[in-house]
């Protein structure tokens, strides 16, 4: 069996980093998971993951004639992870469509993909984690605005096949704030709120030491609130000779268009 779910947002500083680390450690405890870093051109899982040292990333693998996927592959934290470089240089030289054959190559030896995804829906690189995804885990803050753009990731996750796994609403520090919003998402998304994630000094830490929020700070009630998203999310068998398929055969947009 196999699921790929893409991480996404519609903008930066949700905490979807944090939150597909934290997930897939969580959703690890029942299931092999695979992480892989697709934000291309503005990674930094890696230093989530205590990872920046490693020799080979995503990056050397999406090369013509680069890397084999499996050489990007690093057991961490009860995962595996696949990092991406932050290098201008290996952007530019790496073709986000071969990120279909990466992704069919590890759902062979996998139960659980997450693609932590780009925030925003404005390139090729940026949309294909989200177009390849059998579903999209949103993460917002309780904001208006960050509903908007979750919901117009869900717009386009959808025009392509992609269902909406759940929401999971992230550095909560108002309880009323997440409740009139969270009446609002129930109204516009599809799939349950996953998670309601408090504020917490503790994911900073995690992030300055390098870890995920769950090894650094298992006891906390962030962390207590992302096993408590892994509960929720219904993880579907998928065969995965069937998946790879399909990923290795999903139509690209040339042109993003999210919509308004």
Known sequence: ???????????????????????????????????????????????????????????????????????????????????????????????????????????????????????????????????????????????????SDGLKVQEYAHSYGTDTAGTIFNKVSDSEDVTRVAEKSERYFDGPTLATVPDSDAVRAARRAGKPLLAHAPATAAAEAYRNAARTLDVRAGEAGAVADRFRSAVIPKEPNPGP
């Open 1 to 147: 069996m196999v699921e790929a779910f893409a991480v996404a947002s519609g903008k930066g500083g949700t905490g979807k980093t944090t939150s597909t680390l934290a997930l897939g450690m969580a959703l690890a405890e029942e299931h092999d998971v695979t992480v892989i870093d697709a934000d291309t051109g503005m990674a930094n899982l890696l230093f989530h993951a205590g990872l920046e040292s490693v020799e080979t990333t995503l990056h050397d693998v999406l090369v013509a004639g680069g890397a084999p996927a499996e050489a990007a592959v690093y057991e961490r934290f009860g995962m595996d992870v696949v990092p991406c470089g932050t290098s201008l240089a290996g952007f530019e030289a790496a073709d986000p469509e071969r990120l279909r054959d990466v992704v069919a190559t590890l759902a062979a030896d996998t139960e659980v993909i997450l693609l932590d995804s780009p925030a925003t829906l404005a390139s090729k690189s940026a949309v294909l984690p989200v177009v390849l995804a059998d579903r999209v885990v949103v993460v917002l803050q309780p904001t208006i605005p960050a509903l």
